[in-house]
């Protein structure tokens, strides 16, 4: 490899890499934003699957629901939507510890995190879920 591409490869190894990378959970910051009934919020949260809601079809494309309840703080039940185009169907079975990055968005029942997925187009900050050590991004 030319010695020149050589930083331009490692930059972009990093890049790749620090999407793909699970960050410590704040449930607490989950619990703050839900009773100060705020939206549009960056989160990491974990906790244990409650229900599985499914596959259904979204505004652009299909997406995976499912429950989980956090794991400390207030013990809220949040909604989770994943886009399936991205990171394909999630094997989840009840009671499964998951960690989820995504975009708070509030509504009494809990609330609901999305965009836990990467953006191709790169205008929104990349979230995943972690389930059973595989990340799904």
Known sequence: ???????????????????????APDDAAVCTVYSAQRSGI???AQGRVTRILGVQPGRTSPH???LFRLDSGCALVVRV???????????????????????YEYY?????IHWTHRDPRGHHENGYVDAGGTLYY
């Open 64 to 66: 995976e629901g499912f």
């Open 108 to 112: 009494p029942r809990g609330g609901v």
């Open 81 to 103: 939507e994943v886009n399936t185009d991205f990171t394909g169907a999630i094997p989840l079975s009840i009671g499964q510890r998951v960690l989820v990055k995504g975009e």
């Open 1 to 23: 490899m030319d010695s020149r591409r050589a930083p331009l490869v490692a930059l972009i190894c990093a890049s790749f890499c620090a999407c793909a990378t699970s960050q």
């Open 42 to 44: 960056e989160v990491v």
